[in-house]
């Protein structure tokens, strides 16, 4: 099937400035053309569409229905042509990046490595916000860190990390308690649960065959950083992953009490819409940080 070319930009916006204006006149001075080269344009543009887009009235003109009909989707392509334009070569070019993070993964994994990103890319204005409660069905970021198995509708989703499930709690709990020995003293300390994560408490207790343990009580979070400051605290015993608590075990906060470890399903994922072209500055912080993701995968 042959497709009908598409008319050149300049008749397209002089269409566009004559349909607003519905004068030629007038057109022609917001474009910096003469009366005469807007018209030219405009019979241009009706002869390769082979209809008439305006009455020529005494005193104006008039769009016709197929003006009409065209004028919509004239106007939204170069408007949306012109905020391209703006944002990768103009002033929007220097916009600050928005991204949205999960809050313990920029505490504990992003935030000791980020100025490692603003040495390499300075020009770079960052806006950082935390996705608490965001509504996952809106999209209002530029990137966006998400905790999960890695399946979002229309989003891409690169995995940043790879994490062993691990009980964590204070070197000395609250009224100078030793921490627990074996998993079977969990059913007399408080536990700290993270609401959202399907691999929690239950299921670290069901694959290392302490099923039977009471995990309903305890004290629910809706964050990680959260239960993992009150596991530091003494307050109970929290659930770590081991990207996210590396970094306390090592400085001596929390110790890991028990051998055992699970390797997870769930992970921090960098995501961003699908099909959508990324802002220059976005595609910086998408590489670098799954570099980074990369690098210490091993550690």
């Known amino acids: 099937m042959n497709k009908k070319r598409l008319p050149p930009l300049n008749w397209l916006r002089s269409f566009e400035a004559s349909a607003r204006h519905l004068n030629f006149t007038q057109a022609a001075s917001e474009l910096n053309l003469t009366q005469a080269a807007i018209s030219q344009q405009i019979k241009g543009l009706e002869t390769q569409l082979g209809t008439t887009l305006f009455k020529r009235l005494p005193r104006g003109l008039e769009l016709t229905d197929a003006g009409k009909a065209y004028l919509p989707p004239v106007r939204d392509s ?151 400051e009150m596991a530091a605290l003494g307050h109970g015993v929290a659930l770590g992953r081991t990207s996210m608590v590396s970094g306390m075990l090592a400085s001596g906060r929390l110790i890991a009490p028990f051998p055992q470890q699970l390797e997870t399903q769930e992970a921090f994922f960098l995501t961003y819409p699908e099909h959508q072209y990324l802002h220059p500055h976005a595609e910086l912080f998408r590489a670098w940080i799954v570099k980074e993701a990369e690098q210490s995968r091993g550690l």
């Not at 530029?142 to 989703?157: C, F």
């Not at 694959?207 to 009471?214: C, I, P, S």
Request: aromatic share 12%.
């Open 78 to 228: 170069i408007v949306n042509l012109a905020a391209a334009t703006d944002e990768l070569f103009g002033q929007g070019a220097t916009k600050a990046l928005t991204i949205r993070f999960n809050l313990v993964f920029f505490t504990l994994w992003l935030a000791p490595r980020l100025e490692r990103f603003r040495a390499l890319y300075p020009e770079v204005r960052l806006n950082i916000a935390s996705n608490i409660w965001v509504d996952e069905r809106k999209w209002d970021a530029d990137l966006e860190i998400r905790h999960g198995l890695g399946s979002w509708p229309g989003l891409t989703a690169e995995r940043l990390t790879w994490d062993k499930l691990v009980p964590v709690c204070s070197p000395m709990l609250l009224g100078s308690r030793r921490p627990p020995e074996t998993p079977a003293e969990l059913a007399d300390l408080t536990l700290l649960h993270v609401m959202g994560y399907q691999e929690g408490w239950s299921y670290w207790l069901a694959q290392t065959g302490f099923a039977d343990l009471e995990t309903s009580q305890g004290i629910q979070f809706d964050t990680l950083i959260s239960a993992l």
